[in-house]
């Protein structure tokens, strides 16, 4: 399975499959006890936060978030990078770190556009005539389409007036139907609207998401030079604080509940609990990467705008940016009655997992039979409430006349089930079964106990140095291969390995699972890294630079949050009293 997770000769979860097959087969574990694994507490608190996830994505709450704090920091190349990483940070904590990017990159991508048209000095008139010439139309048009016989001006207002064709008379009134169908035909071409919108055509110009036109996208002066480092630096800057902002919360990356479900697993082994919950991990891993998150704004400031002049005083471009952030802003609209619904929501759920059990104070969890609700409790409550709340102001006693009939009120839920269907990613779910029922088994057959014996070596090594050493080892490995597969594959091998070494199993199970995320270097360590690679902006070796300081950066603070407050928090210190009185083979009997 580590060969087939790790070079994906088949996917990744048809490979979480295989437990069921053949651990029965080879008469190690039970079909029906095998299965059991495939969803467990943590999988639900998965499966909820998802759902969460998917309604914030569906009504572009999101979105509103991002812009209005970009509206915020004003148009300082340096705050719109804070302004960029700030939402990007956040909301990966409660959604997917994919579709968060892939949120915020048409934002920067129109904050780059507004950049380059003041730094050139054209007008978006003038850049539209030169970048959509006729000859670029043409060899974009869809097959069957000539363009050569329209002649479109922009007069001095940006509105189109469509000409005649060439072989036609010049006598030719404007109100004549062929070119009346002529405009009809352009305007179908761009995107079905009324009108020619220059803007909107420049911007998906140089953003590259047509092939239409090349010259603002040329490289040949100074400018053209601080406009491409400041191009990469905002790309960078949104993978990289998707990539930190996982790390804060349980939900916020799949390695982290791996993490929670292998030690929940490990101490019922020995007939214990973990005592791991949402609120208790935010309180480590929201420092770490709050403090990560600001060292990789500091690095990526001074790569690509302190020391390179894009800092230097220019109206005309600070005023461009903020522009470009109205206008997506003002695109949105009003804030609708779904958003705001999703945002008590989306509070209330976070409420509800910091508040469950603290380890302060007597949280809500205390009020219900012998603590029977968990984390996954919350999180169902919540996308339970999303299928039925209605994305509309009700008006269920009101009626209203259509044609002088009487017409029903209509109802949608903020969420239908064929919006989760779409985009919840299943697969993950399945990889997470599959690493519980792979840990089940090597637990139960030995297989741990035997790799914890090979690893002696790191008995001899101070836990501090042990750490870091690993911390390191997995942050390199994790470049190439899948963060969740890795943390799977090494959660059982920590927590023997800790054991055997008279550790607390979470000293080196957390420490290792986190680094998993550490992923900045290259395009395939993660889906942002992809994204914002695939944009066009960044070469590999512009992400290899960036990305090996990160990763010193994040091992570096890693190793000092688990010796730090996460010792304290976690009593890391203290070998469990369970692992010492269980008749289970533990380090005292070595």
Request: glycine share 6%; net charge neutral; hydrophobic share 45%.
């Amino acid at each position: 399975m580590a060969v087939l997770w790790l070079t994906e000769t088949i996917p990744i979860p048809v490979t979480s499959l295989l437990p069921i097959i053949l651990l029965p087969a080879m008469g190690v574990a039970k079909a029906a006890d095998v299965s059991q694994n495939y969803i467990k507490d943590t999988s639900m608190l998965f499966i909820g936060g998802l759902m969460v996830a998917v309604a914030v994505e569906e009504w572009n709450l999101h979105k509103r978030i991002s812009l209005s704090v970009l509206r915020l920091v004003g148009s300082d190349p340096k705050w719109i990078m804070a302004g960029l990483m700030l939402p990007t940070w956040f909301l990966s904590m409660w959604i997917s770190n994919t579709a968060t990017t892939s949120m915020m990159l048409p934002i920067v991508e129109s904050v780059l556009v507004e950049m380059r048209l003041a730094g050139s000095g054209k007008t978006e008139l003038g850049a539209i005539n030169e970048a959509f010439s006729m000859d670029s139309l043409e060899s974009a048009a869809p097959d069957g389409v000539s363009l050569k016989k329209y002649k479109v001006n922009l007069d001095q207002n940006g509105e189109s007036s469509p000409a005649s064709e060439p072989n036609e008379s010049s006598e030719q009134t404007p109100g004549d139907s062929k070119a009346n169908r002529s405009s009809q035909d352009f305007s179908d071409i761009t995107n079905n609207s009324e009108s020619i919108s220059e803007s909107k055509l420049v911007r998906e110009n140089v953003s590259g998401r047509h092939s239409w036109g090349s010259s603002l996208c040329e490289v040949d002066n100074e400018y053209d030079q601080e406009y491409k480092r400041m191009c990469k630096g905002l790309s960078l800057c949104i993978a990289y604080a998707a990539n930190v902002g996982g790390i804060a919360t349980l939900t916020g990356s799949p390695p982290n509940l791996v993490f929670k479900g292998q030690a929940d697993l490990l101490f019922e082994t020995y007939g214990g609990k973990s005592g791991i919950n949402f609120a208790n991990f935010m309180m480590i891993a929201l420092p770490l990467s709050a403090m990560m998150l600001i060292l990789c704004w500091t690095w990526l400031f001074i790569i690509f705008i302190r020391f390179k002049g894009c800092c230097k005083k220019d109206n005309a471009r600070r005023s461009a940016m903020t522009k470009a952030i109205q206008e997506q802003f003002r695109s949105l609209g009003r804030i609708t009655y779904a958003e705001v619904v999703i945002l008590l929501l989306f509070a209330l759920f976070a409420a509800l997992l910091l508040t469950r059990k603290g380890n302060n104070f007597q949280g809500w969890g205390t009020l219900f039979p012998n603590q029977y609700v968990t984390d996954s409790t919350a999180a169902m409550f919540i996308a339970v409430l999303l299928f039925i709340l209605p994305a509309k102001k009700p008006t269920v006693f009101c009626w209203r006349y259509s044609d002088g009939v009487k017409v029903k009120p209509e109802y949608t839920p903020l969420l239908t089930w064929q919006m989760i269907h779409a985009k919840l990613p299943w697969g993950v779910i399945l990889l997470l079964g599959g690493g519980f029922a792979l840990a089940d088994a090597s637990k139960n057959s030995g297989l741990s106990e035997w790799v914890g014996e090979q690893l002696k070596a790191f008995m001899d090594l101070d836990p501090l140095l042990a750490c870091f050493l690993l911390i390191l080892v997995v942050a390199m490995i994790t470049e190439v291969t899948s963060n969740t597969a890795t943390a799977t594959l090494l959660m059982p091998i920590m927590a023997e390995l800790a054991l055997k070494t008279n550790i607390n199993p979470l000293y080196l199970m957390m420490a290792t699972s986190m680094a998993t995320s550490f992923a900045f270097m290259l395009p395939v360590a993660t889906p942002p890294n992809a994204i914002v690679f695939s944009n066009g902006h960044l070469r590999i070796v512009d992400m290899a630079l960036c990305g090996i300081v990160m990763n010193v950066i994040a091992v570096c603070c890693l190793t000092l949050c688990i010796n730090t407050w996460a010792y304290s928090i976690y009593d890391l210190g203290t070998l469990p009293s369970i692992f010492n009185n269980s008749l289970v083979t533990t380090p005292a009997t070595i």
